[in-house]
Structure formats: structure tokens, C-alpha cells
């Protein structure tokens, strides 16, 4: 277990949860995102980012927008596995993020920081200065995307902006309009009733 894994690993128990407890192989190329929807406690956004052998995670309570103008508030959460990247599924009730998970979007990325091709020390020390820059080739999101640090601790505040470029769309609302997972073409509902976990 490596120790960026060392509290998921810690929170989860595997004989039950039908969620991913190793890495999974690498891919060498561009580095992948992606946006899962969870209904859990409170249904949210999880945006993860791939680099350091993990897939860095915010929860975003009101997912991300096309809209300039619009500054989401995003969580830091625990660094997950590269596995996760495709899960889909239901956590058991009980098992903590209990509740149902779609992948709502996914793609590839590249940091818009970075001086030459995908550096992932360059992306670390983004994370580590609070200002992450990346353009998003997904299904549904496209375009520059900037993450800012406004509070450290235990669990960081993050602003997820979209950046002013040519995929900015301040008409579009894709979290209400595009409510389909991108994997499966389930909604939430349907993924509840037909993977297991569900009660």
C-alpha cells in the first residue's frame, strides 16, 4: 500500500465495497480525469485528476460549470486509486460514501502549467502551490479548467473556475441538461437497481 493510498485504503473494507483496492496499471500518454456523481449523504461531484501514481480528488457539491463567472467550491478529499477511474457501481450502506456512483465524465487532460508535455512533478507542485491549470478533453466538459486553494488543512477549499476560452458557455448547464453517465447511459436510479450493493 502506498502511503498517498494509505487513508483510502483505511476507510473502506474491501469484502464489501465493490470499489477498486489497487492502483491498476498506468497508461503511458495523456493523463485521464474524471467526474463521478455521487449520491451519497448529499449528492456531489467527485473530480479527479490523474498524476503521482494516484487520481488526486475534490468533491465539488454543485459539479463544475461551463460558466466563467461561476466559482464552484471543491474539497480536497483523499487521493484514490487509478482503478477508480472507471468505477461505477453502489457502496453498501454502512461502508463509508455509501450510496450510488456514476462516472458522469471522462477524458483526457493536460496541465496548462507545465513547460514541457505532461510533467507530472510540475503538476505536484501545482498541487503543492494551490493553483492547478488544466485543459479537459471529456464526453461532456471541455476546456481550461483552474483550480485555486483557499484554505489548507485537513481537508483544503479549493475554487474550481472555468477559464474565458472558447468552450466557456454561460448558457449551458450540463449538470442539469447531461444527467446520463458517459460509461453506461444509466442514470443514477438505474445504476442503483441493477449493481450490486444496491439493498
Given at each position: 500500500m502506498?502511503?498517498?493510498?494509505?487513508?483510502?485504503?483505511?476507510?473502506?473494507?474491501?469484502s464489501r465495497t465493490s470499489e477498486p483496492a489497487g492502483n491498476g496499471p498506468g497508461r503511458a500518454g495523456r493523463r485521464r480525469f474524471v467526474i463521478q456523481k455521487h449520491d451519497a449523504s448529499s449528492l456531489h461531484y467527485d473530480f479527479r485528476l490523474e498524476f503521482g501514481g494516484v487520481l488526486v480528488s475534490w468533491a465539488v457539491p454543485k459539479g463544475l460549470s461551463t460558466d466563467p463567472a461561476q466559482k464552484r467550491l471543491a474539497i480536497q478529499t483523499e487521493d484514490h486509486p487509478r482503478g477508480y477511474i472507471d468505477f461505477e457501481g453502489v457502496i453498501p450502506a454502512g461502508e463509508y460514501g455509501a450510496g450510488t456512483v456514476m462516472v458522469?465524465?471522462?477524458?483526457?487532460y493536460r496541465n496548462l502549467r507545465a513547460r514541457r508535455g505532461p510533467d507530472s512533478r510540475s503538476m505536484e507542485r501545482s498541487l503543492d502551490?494551490?493553483?492547478i491549470e488544466v485543459w479537459l478533453e471529456g464526453r461532456k466538459?471541455?476546456?481550461?479548467?483552474a483550480l485555486v486553494r483557499t484554505r489548507g488543512g485537513d481537508r483544503p477549499q479549493w475554487l474550481v473556475i472555468?477559464?474565458?476560452?472558447?468552450?466557456?458557455?454561460?448558457?449551458?448547464n450540463p449538470v442539469n441538461t447531461e444527467p446520463l453517465s458517459v460509461k453506461s447511459g444509466r442514470d443514477l436510479r438505474a445504476i442503483a437497481e441493477q449493481e450490486p450493493g444496491s439493498d
Open positions: 502506498t502511503e498517498k493510498l494509505s487513508r483510502y485504503r483505511s476507510k473502506r473494507d474491501f458522469w465524465d471522462s477524458g483526457t502551490e494551490g493553483l466538459l471541455r476546456g481550461g479548467y472555468k477559464m474565458d476560452d472558447e468552450a466557456a458557455d454561460a448558457r449551458r
